[in-house]
Every structure is written in C-alpha cells, then in structure tokens.
C-alpha cells in the first residue's frame, strides 16, 4: 500500500479558529484528494490536486482551501473552523487515471 | 444530486452464504467502478474495480458485475465470513472523458457477517 500518513489524527478546536491538516505520500502519485466522511453522507469530495499547484474543488469545498506545493504534501485548511466541519477526513492518493486510490489512516476534527 | 447510490445502509447475512452489495449510478460518463472495504477507525481499502468494457471482473471470493444499459452494478461475496464484515464503498470515475480523475462514492452499506 501507499505510504499515506495524516497528520494530526485527532483534533478539538474551537469555532473560528483556522486548522490546518497534513497528508504525507511517499510513493509519488500523481492525484491526491480530500474526503470526509460523515453519517449518512459516506465520502464526499472536498478538493483534489492532479499535479504540484493544481488543484479543483470537488462536491463540498465550501469553507476549505487547499494547496501542494510539493509532491508528497497536500495540505487541507479551514480558514474559520464551524461545527458542520465536524468529521473524519481521509486523505487519499492515486498514481494516474484509472488506477485504485489510496487511503490514509483518517483524522478525526471536532469543532466546539 | 447523488450521482452513486447504495440504497441498502445496510445488510446481513449468515456465515458461509452470498453477499450481494448493489450500486447503481446516474452520469453516464463513468466507465470505470470500484469497491472499497472499510473497517471502524480505519481509512477505506480497495477491494475490486471493472472497468465499463466488461461486465464481470472476479477476485477470490469477490466478483463485481456490471450492467450499463441499467447503470448498475453488484458486489458479490461467496462464501461470506464474518471477517467481511464491514461497510462496503461503491465509487466511480469517468477515465476516458478527458477530465481529471476523482472517485464519486456512494453513502456505504453496512455488511454484518453472522457466525
């Protein structure tokens, strides 16, 4: 499997507050995505990146900016937390199109 | 407006019988279909894919069949274990559109093995 590491794995913040998620990859693959994952709802698409600075929204970017400056880094930001960010966010990858994706471990954010 | 749909949240079965996993889907566009597996505390794993060329790829115990003229696809586990128990992704992707490649998932279902 793909190295996929996320960072932090567990947060509490308070709303209003900006938060910041890592996804590490070492196996050079092209696409990374974000998803979260909240009952009822399985796994939305936040934002994704198919290249180094090249990214798209996906079905629920509203309130998240991304960015991948390198790589192996994709970073997830919630520029002002609200308590609907509420949720497990898994970071996944994949090396090209057509190829199965990659999950990590998942974090779980909790906005009070 | 959901483009994958799992309509069952969830399913149980007896140890030993089939598992059958639907998913049906409404963009046309997709040609490519996966099943991740996806266990409490843990991020998603791939299980199988198939591609819109086929209408049947098997893997051990897991064969997806594919039907497009009803966009519609099925997971089915023989025999099932209890170890299978899990919640069940269907996701899809439209590879050949020209467009960049992202996975749409449907909302799960919940597969409970009984011994």
């Known amino acids: 499997d793909a190295g996929i590491t996320q960072s932090p794995r567990h947060k509490v913040t308070e709303t209003g507050t900006p938060v910041t998620l890592r996804c590490h990859q070492t196996e050079n693959h092209r696409y990374m995505y974000w998803y979260r994952q909240d009952p009822g709802h399985g796994l939305r698409l936040i934002h994704y990146?198919?290249?180094?600075?090249?990214?798209d929204k996906g079905e629920v970017s509203d309130g998240y900016s991304v960015s991948r400056s390198k790589t192996e880094d994709f970073l997830l930001t919630l520029e002002s937390a609200t308590s609907s960010q509420t949720s497990v966010y898994f970071c996944?990858?994949?090396?090209?199109?057509?190829?199965?994706?990659?999950f990590g471990q998942g974090t779980r954010l909790t906005v009070v | 407006d959901q483009q994958v749909k799992q309509n069952s949240p969830s399913l149980s079965v007896q140890e030993g019988r089939i598992s059958i996993l639907n998913c049906d889907y409404t963009?046309?566009?997709?040609?490519?279909f996966l099943w991740y597996k996806k266990y409490p505390a843990e991020g998603p794993t791939f299980l199988i894919s198939?591609?819109?060329?086929?209408d049947k790829n098997e893997d051990g115990r897991f064969t997806v069949f594919l039907n497009k003229s009803a966009k519609h696809l099925s997971l089915h586990i023989v025999p099932s274990q209890p170890g299978d128990s899990a919640v069940y992704f269907c996701?899809?992707?439209?590879?050949?559109?020209?467009?960049?490649?992202?996975?749409?998932f449907g909302k799960g279902t919940l597969l409970t093995v009984n011994p």
């Open positions: 996701a899809a992707s439209a590879i050949s559109g020209g467009s960049n490649y992202k996975l749409t």
């Open positions: 996944a990858t994949a090396y090209a199109t057509g190829s199965k994706a990659f």
């Open positions: 990146s198919y290249g180094v600075k090249d990214t």
């Open positions: 198939i591609s819109s060329i086929k």
């Open positions: 963009n046309s566009m997709f040609d490519y």
